[in-house]
């Protein structure tokens, strides 16, 4: 798995910085919560697909992570929370115990 690739095409989709620390996708902040976390769905779903056969797919943590991170602030900045005193909270909404790799609500986010 090319990390460092698929990081530079997050970042030029405004999900993180440069050097990979996750941001909110500005231009979802008008859309509504449930089309923000399909967008964020949309995107773990297509890597999932696109990478599913390469021999270091346990590598793909740092990549859910950033697209996990950047839909809940996102969604923290929709909602007029301060992201540092909220973004536990909504982290757990959005994410609750579900992972790219296993159990969960049977979602990539919800």
């Known amino acids: 798995m090319n990390t460092e690739g698929i990081l530079n095409k997050l970042r030029d989709n405004g999900m993180c ?8 996708i500005t231009r979802l902040l008008q859309e509504l919560p449930e089309d923000i976390i399909k967008y ?4 773990l779903r297509g890597l999932l697909t696109q ?3 390469c021999c270091n797919f346990f590598e793909g943590w740092r990549i859910q992570y950033v697209v996990q991170f950047s839909i809940a602030k996102t969604l923290a900045s929709n909602s007029n929370n301060s992201t540092d005193d909220n973004l536990f909270g909504i982290w757990r909404a959005v994410c609750g115990e579900s992972r790219l790799y296993g159990s969960g609500r049977g979602g990539l986010l919800c």
């Open 51 to 53: 990478q599913r056969g």
């Open 17 to 24: 910085t440069a050097i990979g620390y996750p941001i909110g």
């Open 40 to 43: 964020g769905n949309q995107v």
